[in-house]
């Protein structure tokens, strides 16, 4: 296996594009951040979790690809009309942006107005080591969602890449551990920040163009 950068950058910024959309499994990774409630090992499990999907979709879907070219072509031109409506999707995002709401207590704590009703409000309940790996598992594997992005999505987009697919599929997997790092330093240290519907819109705008981006280059890959 031959190291190729584009090949493993495209597989990078493709997993990153799927997963950047927020959904169960990226707002229970906010959440956790958030209440400072076993924040790493969730990214942990959630990186985990999705790299084996995305090594069952690489390595399975590129055998079935490889028994014929009508299927390569249809896996290939299925996975081109789904990122079409992802990213017409986050587009519309973009444009009506909606809040994140993930009903916890300011990250400052109550303040001297709201401080009189503070011991009503619901506080975060203690989570353990057990349920925190268990919760990840959950909105990682039992979201239909994850499934198809990782496994079927990320698997057929492989097939492209002929001989370098297990090098796109580590690209793809090298994305999904950045993705989950980088989303829960933010978690950490910025807070309620991440309410502010200006970065979600930001990363909207950036998930559509992604999405269009890869869509299109799939389809000359079929020229």
Not at 199 to 211: E, H, K, S, Y
Request: charged share 10%.
């Amino acid at each position: 296996m031959v190291l190729s950068f584009p090949t493993f950058t495209a597989g990078m910024v493709l997993s990153i594009s799927l997963i950047m959309a927020i959904g169960p499994q990226n707002a229970h990774v906010l959440r956790m951040g958030l209440q400072r409630q076993h924040l790493w090992l969730t990214v942990a499990v959630c990186a985990v979790a999705d790299i084996a999907l995305i090594g069952l979709g690489v390595l399975g879907l590129a055998q079935l690809g490889g028994l014929s070219d009508k299927l390569h072509g249809a896996l290939v031109g299925a996975g081109m009309l789904f990122l079409a409506v992802y990213g017409w999707q986050a587009f519309q995002r973009f444009l009506r942006p909606l809040a994140l709401t993930l009903d916890l207590p300011s990250a400052d704590g109550p303040s001297e107005s709201n401080s009189a009703t503070s011991s009503s409000q619901p506080q975060p309940v203690a989570v353990s080591r057990r349920q925190a790996v268990l919760s990840a598992m959950a909105f990682s594997w039992l979201n239909p969602h994850a499934w198809l992005d990782t496994a079927v999505l990320i698997g057929t987009a492989s097939l492209a890449y002929g001989q370098g697919s297990t090098v796109f599929g580590l690209g793809a997997a090298a994305g999904s551990m950045l993705w989950f790092l980088v989303l829960g330093t933010a978690a950490f240290w910025l807070g309620r920040r991440l309410h502010s519907l200006h970065i979600w819109r930001a990363l909207d705008g950036a998930v559509a163009l992604m999405m269009w981006g890869t869509a299109l280059w799939l389809g000359f890959s079929l020229v």
